[in-house]
């Protein structure tokens, strides 16, 4: 069951580069928790271009938006340069799935994250979030609306 309103945001630490990490507690505003379920499928790709074109709002709001998947590093890098994401994907790669599962969004049985966004506060709660159907890309307006909602 994914984390809902209220909760506490799981604070954690993933590769988003050789050498580079990031942690969700020293973000500074609001984090964007972009989480789907692989690299190189339509539906991502897509889901990741929206978010890219709608940057440019979420950081005028102040928040930093994170991709977030089971794949590897290797992969997102090359995935984040050939679709040309302004953002960090962050390797949930090993042990593999430990975010996805502290969020409430692994599937074990697939070995997959759930397509879900969650909104996290600068008190590092979750504001908002939705778990959409893995073929279905939810969009940014609801995220975005939500990280307004915290301004």
Known sequence: MALES???APDFTLFAGPGEKVTL???DGPAVLIFYPADWS???GDELTVFTA???LFQARGAQL???????LWSHQ???AERRLDFPLLADFHPKGEVAQAYGVYR?????CERALFVIDRDRHVAWSEVSPIGVSPGADGALRAVEALS
Request: glycine content about 14%; overall charge negative.
């Open 6 to 8: 209220g909760a506490a």
């Open 25 to 27: 507690s020293e973000i």
């Open 42 to 44: 339509p539906v991502c």
């Open 54 to 56: 709608a940057n440019k």
């Open 66 to 72: 994170l991709g977030i998947s089971v794949d590897g």
């Open 78 to 80: 090359a995935f984040r």
């Open 108 to 112: 074990p049985n697939d070995g997959i």
